[in-house]
């Protein structure tokens, strides 16, 4: 029987954080993502724009709060206080306001607070076959309006529903 949280299992292995980095997710839920990233990456900052998700997922993840290496905010991201240093990984699954036209200030957070070098995954559930299509096209034109770089799409075999990323980087001298 597959794992309720297979596709986020898929997501923290596409994102890969090596020891010592920063990484952002937004849109957090739960904080079950965060949970699989808080095991190898430096230090992770979580924004929900729920309350409840937040407090949820500070339960979830009380001992890396504790320690310091997790961090939640209730806000939405553009509201979000991020802090001054830059974030190698930005990351997020289901949300919308990567793709949603009426969302730009999204891109415009990320493309502010992401490191030179630094990457972006944007995941979903893919609901219906093809339906991954329209969300390249915005993330790409949404990111590159910004100077950052569409560089994959990776399908993600996960069940019971298929999942996709899209990855966008910052040129290392951009
Ligand atoms: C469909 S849920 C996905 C939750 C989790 N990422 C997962 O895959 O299980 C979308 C989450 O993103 C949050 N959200 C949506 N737009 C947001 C924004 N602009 N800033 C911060 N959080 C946002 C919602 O409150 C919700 O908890």
Same mark, same amino acid.
């Given at each position: 029987?597959?794992?309720? %949280? +297979? ?14 980095? @920063? ?15 808080? +095991? @190898? ?12 998700? /937040? ?6 993840? @009380? ?21 001054? +240093? ?35 995954? /944007?995941?979903? %559930? /893919? ?13 790409? @034109? ?19 529903? /298929? ?12």
């Amino acid at each position: 029987m597959p794992s309720a %949280s +297979e596709r986020l299992a898929w997501t923290a292995d596409l994102v890969a954080p090596r020891a010592g980095e @920063r990484v952002l997710e937004v849109g957090c839920g739960h904080g079950v993502l965060v949970a699989l990233l808080a +095991e @190898r990456a430096g230090e992770v900052l979580a924004v929900d724009r729920s309350p409840t998700m /937040v407090a949820a997922a500070t339960r979830r993840n @009380r001992a890396a709060v504790d320690a310091g290496r997790v961090r939640l905010h209730a806000a939405a991201l553009r509201d979000a206080d991020l802090g001054t +240093e830059p974030f190698d990984v930005v990351v997020s699954f289901n949300v919308r306001a990567f793709w949603d036209a009426d969302e730009e200030a999204t891109w415009d957070v990320v493309a502010r607070v992401l490191a030179p070098g630094g990457r972006v995954l /944007v995941a979903f %559930s /893919v609901m219906t076959p093809g339906a991954e299509g329209p969300v390249v096209e915005a993330v790409g @034109r949404l990111a590159g309006a910004r100077g950052l770089v569409l560089s994959a799409v990776h399908p993600g075999p996960t069940a019971p529903i /298929v999942s996709a990323a899209v990855e966008v980087r910052r040129p290392p001298g951009g």
